[in-house]
């Protein structure tokens, strides 16, 4: 072979290698999502002899899909044609983030009924590390966040991904999060999928009257009066306000 046949084929593959690159870099886009919460250390301190047992041993799967831009991001659960068994165990909340606005709103889900929340982003404090892996055929690297003494979640972005969004309610890292997890084990999100951007975000968002919403501060108050009796305030608090 000739010395510019080499050359030749070696331009021809840069630029495929080129290409490839390139369409891996997003500023918009979908996310499926999987979701495996641990039903056994979710609900450790329960006594699994009564109406749970049996239904503890097997994870509890649920799908979502996350919208992102550059400017939003809405995450919204996938719902199965016949619910399971098992669907009051989980929540299947929907996230909408206005990045341009600085603001989130959410749909909360409690046993058949909606309840509304707007307020701002939340932000945390995001600590890289020196870890990655790869998700969804995206080479990810590896963030922690303190939630409290007790709870710490690892993130793994995607900075070929751009927008600083994720699953839930998290931001704050140079890329798409393609996954997500307690220290623990008991609730994960991993990508399934990253495809084009093929819905319109806004009209997407579930949206009510102005006074139906309550900002943190006021469902945090109302979650408590509601479950104190139950002994239950503390698990649905973190539940709704950790992600």
């Given at each position: 072979m000739k010395v510019k046949d080499i050359r030749y084929i070696a331009v021809i593959l840069l630029l495929l290698v080129s290409d490839n690159i390139v369409a891996q870099v997003m500023h918009s886009g979908e996310v499926v999502f999987e979701r495996k919460t641990n039903l056994e250390k979710r609900f450790e301190d329960t006594d699994r002899n009564g109406w749970m047992k049996g239904n503890m041993k097997k994870p509890k799967v649920d799908k979502f899909v996350l919208y992102f831009t550059d400017s939003n991001a809405l995450f919204k659960p996938i719902l199965p044609e016949v619910p399971g068994e098992r669907e009051w165990a989980t929540m299947t909340n929907t996230t909408y983030q206005d990045f341009s606005k600085n603001t989130l709103e959410q749909e909360f889900s409690f046993w058949g009924s909606k309840v509304y929340l707007r307020d701002s982003l939340k932000t945390r404090e995001w600590y890289i590390t020196g870890n990655s892996r790869t998700i969804a055929g995206y080479e990810c690297r590896q963030a922690l966040w303190k939630a409290n003494d007790s709870t710490r979640i690892y993130a793994w972005f995607a900075e070929q991904l751009i927008p600083s969004a994720g699953p839930e309610t998290f931001n704050g890292l140079p890329?798409?999060?393609?996954?997500?997890?307690?220290?623990?084990?008991?609730?994960?999100?991993?990508?399934?999928e990253v495809r084009p951007l093929n819905t319109d975000i806004e009209k997407a968002v579930p949206r009510v009257k102005k006074k139906e919403y309550f900002t943190e501060e006021q469902l945090r108050a109302k979650v408590e009066e509601r479950f104190k009796d139950w002994g239950m305030a503390d698990r649905v608090l973190f539940d709704m306000f950790v992600w």
């Open positions: 890329g798409v999060m393609l996954g997500l997890a307690i220290e623990d084990g008991g609730v994960v999100y991993f990508a399934q």
